[in-house]
């Protein structure tokens, strides 16, 4: 592990904070890194593409009972077995300050336009599609639709200058809290997972 070994050769704590830039997607890769930090440090670690590619989960423990304020990777059903429970998420009310980073505001979000949609009839020609289903069309061009993947397609659509990024939400992306918490997000609409109709 990159991160353990780096701390072994410093010998003592170290402290780091985000490399995030507020509102892009999040780093996931070197590449990343050196796309929005460039000029800026010195050098990087480089021990590959993130495994996780999202977030970490942001556990509230100052309510009762505790609750998920930012999905991740540890799900809730892995919570349970700490807590004794699976922790509600909670929603921003669009009051008050977040208590978590990405709770209030569009985030995580690339600079082409990001749309959710159940229907293949909605997309448009000449777009990118992110899916996890076998979609053939000679209208768009689709690419899979990951955890791991997510912020990399996004990067890649800014790079290639994509008019438009249209989500595909099947059955298995709308039961992933994490991913749809970060499509939500970074989506022009700011859609939450129930506005969206389930695909007939």
Known sequence: DATRRLIALV???VVAPSANR????SQTCAEHVFDDLGGTIA???DAGPCAIGIESTVLNLTAEPATIVRPGAIEAADLAEILGYEPP???HSGTGAPIAPGMKYRHYAPRTPVFLTSSLETIPSGVLVLTTAQVESDRFRTRPLT???????FRRADR???PAIYVLITPDVRADRALMNRLEKASV???RADDIPPMS
């Open 11 to 13: 010998g003592e704590p």
């Open 22 to 25: 507020s509102g892009r997607p």
């Open 147 to 153: 955890r791991q993947t997510l912020y990399d397609e």
């Open 89 to 91: 998420i909670a929603y």
């Open 189 to 191: 609409s700011a859609l």
């Open 43 to 45: 050098a990087v670690l």
């Open 160 to 162: 290639e200058h994509v």
